[in-house]
């Protein structure tokens, strides 16, 4: 891990950070990065490789509607609102767009 | 078309299951409800909570999948992608990354170049996004979202770039958007957004420098916004047109490898993509696996239990009506097929009744449009399989003409009743050979000359009587039986 990565994870992560931060950061994630590589010494070629920590599968909701919040309800967090809609302020930059 | 270039496409269809609930919560999906008002703690995203897969979802997503032919994974898992935007609470969209449920499929499409085998990477199971509506005003106000539609269930399905003409992905989708309504999987409107493509183009060049001649590529573009399937034909072809250019004016770097992929918009009121800038690094999404959700193991007897409910797909359809004993041509069993397999049923019903070839006219040249002017589906229109079959057979009994025919089916179809009553009331009685002589005989006394004149070797001038007899039959009679009776009458008479 070098500077430029953890410039580039803050990034991806839309986090703010100052360079004093960034050199922090580079040596806390080498480190426990470092650690959790002691993992590779094990052999592992005759383990099937884990999705999931726990023994379970095929866990199904079946397909019967239910309640939802009112609107209300569901724009009591919202910072700011208009009518019955979350506002948010416009996305400058289309580049951004990663979404769609 | 002839053109310097090779048109390379490949087509990423999103389609919503039609599932009463959302993929992960029991939130409804119903299109066009109140802003906000199908979401909870689920699918707004909020800490805590612990999203579960709908059952029904996976099985509309395994009937799609196995209806195009792919490979079914018999362990699957979900995983989040990262990335932050104001429709996306949660700001990670779970999907599935490098073990999709399914993958290796196909679909046959008839182009007007015979049938093509259109390859599928994969076709996985997502949640959807909210819907954002930015401000038009240009003053950058704030934009207002709607997160009802987020996390609910989509199906991804990526072909591979096999297509190789605009109006083949048009086909293509068609053939998608039938399939995936027959088997009931999704509605595919694309105006209510249940059906989205984005459409990766690039073009192949035939390029002679001084180094020779080589086959040149062009950086990808990955085509958004398409709101009909018209506009995806519409904006693969403008887009290769304008990557034509782009690489003329710089041969030697608008190339495939050297700019990475980006993405356009299509602006259907202007006809044109709007491209933007080719991105220095691929996008990260960082995916990792879904810790709330458990992996899905398919067994093969699920998969055999699913193929077997799907019936009868439009190509194998398709296939079975020009075979004996329908034998319709390529393009009448495309255009039946296309209609659903309800209107192939009832084609099916008139055919056996009647023929397949009269059966199939009378479907695309008047029931077609009877249903569209009644906005009917076939199964609610009022001229019944037998009915119709009924017509077409005393039609060709009584040797109705068309426009006749037609009459009676205007009068079935207004006042609902049966072929024979039609005929009936509207006073079009059949000519037995007896009745045919009597105006036959009469139709010779009255043109006695005509008939002397046909005797002396004037072929022409028997078609007067014939035209006679006709008019006195007010186009009942069979004109074959007429011709011969006329010409046995005739005979008779000495010269």
């Not at chain 2, 909870?40 to 099985?59: D, K, S, T, W, Y």
């Not at chain 2, 293509?172 to 509605?187: C, K, M, P, T, W």
Request: one cysteine or more; hydrophobic letters at 35%.
């Amino acid at each position: 891990m070098d500077i430029r990565d953890i410039r580039k994870v803050a990034r991806l992560a839309r986090l703010e950070m100052s360079e004093a931060e960034l050199e922090t950061m580079t040596r806390q994630l080498t480190s426990i990065l470092n650690y959790v590589d002691q993992l590779q010494e094990l052999d592992t070629s005759n383990v099937e490789p884990l999705a999931h920590p726990l023994p379970l599968q095929n866990v199904f909701r079946p397909d019967v509607p239910g309640e939802s919040l009112s609107v209300e309800e569901a724009l009591r967090n919202a910072p700011v609102r208009a009518g019955q809609f979350f506002a948010v302020p416009a996305v400058l930059d289309p580049a951004d767009d990663l979404s769609h | 078309m002839n053109t310097p270039y090779q048109i390379i496409v490949g087509l990423e269809v999103h389609v919503q299951l039609m599932t009463k609930t959302k993929l992960f919560c029991s939130c409804k999906t119903v299109f066009g409800a109140p802003p906000n008002s199908q979401v909870c703690p689920i699918c707004l995203g909020m800490p805590g909570v612990l999203p579960v897969m709908n059952e029904q979802a996976f099985q509309l997503g395994l009937r799609a999948a196995l209806a195009l032919n792919c490979q079914i994974a018999n362990f699957t898992k979900w995983d989040r992608k990262n990335y932050y935007y104001p429709d996306l609470p949660k700001n990670y969209q779970i999907s599935q990354y490098d073990l999709p449920f399914s993958y290796e499929g196909y679909l046959d499409i008839d182009t007007s170049s015979g049938s093509r085998r259109i390859g599928i990477i994969r076709a996985h199971l997502e949640e959807d996004a909210g819907k954002s509506m930015h401000d038009e005003s240009g003053r950058g106000g704030d934009s207002k979202v709607d997160l009802n539609r987020t996390g609910t269930p989509l199906l991804e399905i990526v072909s591979k770039p096999d297509i190789r003409s605009a109006e083949d992905a048009e086909t293509y989708l068609r053939e998608l958007r039938l399939l995936l309504r027959e088997i009931g999987v999704s509605d595919c409107e694309m105006q209510e957004g249940s059906l989205r493509c984005d459409a990766n183009v690039n073009i192949h060049i035939l390029y002679s420098s001084d180094n020779g001649e080589e086959i040149a590529a062009t950086p990808l573009v990955e085509i958004k916004n398409l709101n009909s399937i018209g506009s995806v034909g519409r904006a693969i072809q403008y887009e290769a047109e304008r990557q034509y250019e782009a690489f003329q004016k710089d041969p030697k770097n608008y190339r495939f490898g050297k700019l990475l992929k980006t993405t356009a918009g299509w602006n259907e009121a202007r006809g044109m993509t709007q491209v933007q800038r080719h991105k220095e690094e691929a996008a990260d999404y960082r995916y990792f696996p879904d810790p709330d959700l458990v992996p899905v193991v398919v067994t093969a007897e699920q998969i055999e239990e699913v193929k077997r409910s799907l019936g009868e797909l439009p190509s194998q359809q398709r296939t079975r009506l020009q075979a004996a004993p329908f034998s319709l041509s390529a393009y009448d069993a495309q255009v039946l097929t296309g209609q659903g397999r309800k209107m192939v049923a009832y084609f099916e019903e008139v055919a056996k009744i009647s023929d397949p070839k009269s059966a199939c006219n009378w479907l695309t040249n008047e029931v077609f449009a009877s249903l569209k002017e009644r906005s009917e589906e076939i199964d609610q229109f009022p001229i019944r399989a037998p009915q119709l079959g009924e017509l077409i057979n005393e039609m060709k009994q009584l040797g109705i003409k068309r426009e006749k025919a037609r009459d009676v089916y205007q009068k079935m179809l207004a006042e609902n009743v049966d072929a024979k009553t039609a005929i009936d009331q509207l006073g079009y009685k059949p000519f037995d050979d007896n009745l045919l002589l009597d105006l036959i005989r009469k139709a010779i006394e009255g043109n006695r000359k005509a008939v002397l004149d046909y005797k002396k070797g004037n072929e022409k001038a028997l078609d007067r009587v014939f035209g006679t007899v006709m008019r006195e039959t007010k186009g009942m009679g069979r004109p074959d039986r007429i011709k011969q009776l006329l010409l046995e009458e005739v005979a008779k008479i000495e010269a």
